[in-house]
């Protein structure tokens, strides 16, 4: 398939990119570009000027910065899986990854563009929200920070506003939490249906500390706080794990799809959940984290 | 002036050793640009829609789908296709293919190639779950894949033996 015909700019800095963004609200990041060139080649969006970042070379760092990690949104999917600090400090995210499309997706595919497309299904916005991670938004008027979980609107939506570039991703550091993914797919390389990400604190079979991002299992990745709620600072027997599959369906509103059903979605969705936390918390206390 | 970009792009792409330029269309993929501005046709038009692999090149050294990648993206990069593979496994997986019939109609065959030699380059020792984890985003409608996976895994053994 042809992209739709448009205009492509390549700036080389930051500033040059947000000058451009000034001058064509229309226009779209190119990122990876292994989401929007199918857009374009779709014509799901038909913008008169593509922005390649590929040249911001600032947006490719991973730093500490004190008790967070902050990821440059250029840095692509395979050297977040490569990279030992980042599987030291947010162990979600090499979990994750596994999950996303292929090799070939994954040495394209950056942090950034993930989060910013927005897809419901997204695997990585889950593994931020679990995290608790924000994004910086860069802007010619100055910068803010979104927690991700405040970041869409719905489908493919978000608060970022014309003229505003998604520059990094900040996680807090959880050096030795234990951390899991229950995911449901009709395939290892289709969408996931229902994803829950765990990242927890566990002591002697009690989860003392517990975060949840949910995906495919709305019409965005979502929380999931009352769930989270039900399981913290109780020990994961089969009780705790009734009252969390509870406060699950509670908390979830899946859509209808081609790639699954909301009926589908509901019914596998406590599914992981019990795997990714009966994962997390392993035999007892005593084994290390999974992963 | 802010550059507000341009309906043209004059990529400079170095595929398999050879710098390729040419004034081209800003939306012109580099599947496209590979086989009608450098003639290499060994890169297969598959799905074109950044599924079935059969467009794995490597750029820079990464396997990555060329049908979801503006020419104008590899400008200043580096590409290796299928016919300019040349990593020392190369020749043990292509005898493998065939020994173990990982070919029947040949379409996924220089995706296959290209991705495995990445694999092979970096874990010259894949068990089965490895390789069929490298190879995940290759699509073959035909041999079932137990072929392949026999292939690449007897040019790894092949090459254990050679390093003895």
Known sequence: MIPVDFAYARPGSLADTLAVLDGNPGARLLAGGQSLLTQLKTRTVAPDVVVDIGGLDELRAIRLEDDRLVIGAMVTMASLTRDAAVARAVPILPLVLRHVADVQVRNRGTLGGSLAYADPSGDLAGAAIASGASVRLASSAGEREVPVAELYTGPFRTVLRAGEVLTAVSLPRRDGARASYGAVARRPADPTLAGVAVVADVDGGTVTELAIGLVGLGDRPLPAPRTAAAVRGRPLGDETIAAARAELDAEIAPLDSTAGSADYRRAVAPVALERALREAVGDDAGVEGNG | ?164
């Not at chain 2, 829609?49 to 794995?56: F, K, Q, V």
């Not at chain 2, 300019?84 to 379409?107: K, S, T």
Request: glycine share 10%.
């Open chain 2, 1 to 164: 002036m802010t550059d507000l970009g341009t309906r043209t792009a004059t990529p400079t792409v170095r595929v398999n050793g050879e710098d390729v330029t040419g004034e081209v269309p800003a939306r012109m993929l580099l599947v496209h640009y590979l086989r009608e501005n450098a003639g290499r046709t060994g890169v297969h038009v598959g799905c074109d829609s950044g599924n079935c692999g059969a467009c794995t090149v490597l750029l820079d050294g990464a396997p990555v789908k060329s049908c979801m990648v503006l020419a104008a993206q590899a400008s200043g990069r580096e590409v290796t296709t299928v016919d300019g593979l040349d990593a020392p496994c190369v020749p043990a997986l292509r005898r493998a293919f065939v020994e173990h019939a990982a070919i029947q109609c040949g379409y996924c065959t220089p995706g296959m190639l290209t991705n495995a030699t990445a694999l092979l380059r970096d874990d010259p020792h894949p068990d089965e779950d490895a390789i069929r984890a490298a190879l995940k985003g290759n699509l073959c409608m035909c041999t079932g894949y137990q072929q392949i996976v026999d292939a690449v895994a007897a040019a790894a053994a092949e090459g254990e033996e050679a390093s003895r």
